[in-house]
């Protein structure tokens, strides 16, 4: 009808269209043909149709939450890919059993490195150590999961392009699925680490060690997650964690002692950093009525004056501070302990035993704010842009 030759019945279509549009035909303006054509004119006339409609209606298919742009519900197809998920990662042998030799391998290298401690001096500031080395393998956790993520993270936007399921439905399977899996890490890293040390046998306070390291293993996987999901890879990824892990263990308040870190950090930093509370909390609840003894060569030794015990000569002194006088009716080489119970360790950081459990609620309210942006990150950010 426009020039062109006929096409052959045994001709390929394809190569028919890229013949007759190129250099052979190269005096007709097919482009000019199109548009002048009745074919254009209807096609056009449709595209009108179909966006008057959508108008009228209120649907556009970048909202999501309109039930016509996916063929099944929201919850369907959160269940459907939430046992998908969980079915893959299931299935990943490698992943699951590296982070499970990963905590129970760094339960036995701490725990061992720290075997059996006791009630000196040293042993609690060992103990206290131990506790926020505790919080510092979480960045193991961390490098971990972001791989993970930003694999099934592509999967979904290959997916998401012909509308299989939406972005609630992924976010949700791909944090929750995590949880499980990371439960029997936590618990494996729990049983090699909390007695090979020798912490706190009294069972509220083995309890509250578990929950509180299960619920900061969740807050470790939720932090990865949330700087993979706005980072483009994994790679990226690694390269910001650094960032904020450094920042949390630096202004924990162990690293640096409330009091010593610059005023600017203190007022604001130290209240942000979750390692704080997780540290504040299993230190507090390991140490708390405690009883200490010092070791020989753990005491100060000094030497009253002539003819005064050592009770007699410091004992003003001694009611006012931490610590106590192992020899008070000694009158020479008065031995002198920092701490009496563990609570004198603690209480100098401004910490309390009391907010143990608040301290889970923080947690947990940083886990819910990581899952929240994790999910925003998903809706708004896409991999596979154009």
Known sequence: ??????????????????????????????????????????????????????????????????????????????????????????????????????????ALIVGFTFYKLNDGTADLRNKAFVLFQSAILSTTIINQVQPEFSRQRQYYSRETSTNQYGWRAFAFAVIVTEWPFSFVANSAFFVAFYWTVGLNGISDRVGYFYVAYVVHGVFSITLGQAIGAFSPNDLIAAVINPIFTSMFIMFGGVAVPYHQIPNFWRSWMYWLSPYRYFVEGTITNELHGSQIRCRPDEFFTFAPPSNQTCVEYAGSWISRVAGYISNPESTTNCEYCEYSVGDDYYSSLGWSFGNRWRNIGILLGFIAFNVVFTALMIKIYKVNKR
């Not at 097919?30 to 209807?42: F, H, K, L, N």
């Open 1 to 106: 009808r426009n020039g062109a030759p006929k096409c052959s019945p045994t001709a390929n279509p394809a190569e028919y269209i890229l013949d007759v549009v190129g250099s052979r035909n190269a005096a007709i303006d097919w482009p000019q043909v199109w548009r002048e054509s009745p074919e254009s004119g209807a096609t056009i006339a449709e595209i009108s149709r179909i966006n008057q409609i959508k108008e009228a209606v209120g649907t556009d298919n970048s909202y999501e939450s309109d039930n016509l742009v996916y063929a099944r519900s929201h919850m369907y197809q959160i269940r459907v890919v939430t046992r998908r998920m969980f079915l893959s990662y299931w299935r990943n042998t490698n992943y699951n059993l590296a982070r499970l030799a990963m905590q129970i391998l760094s």
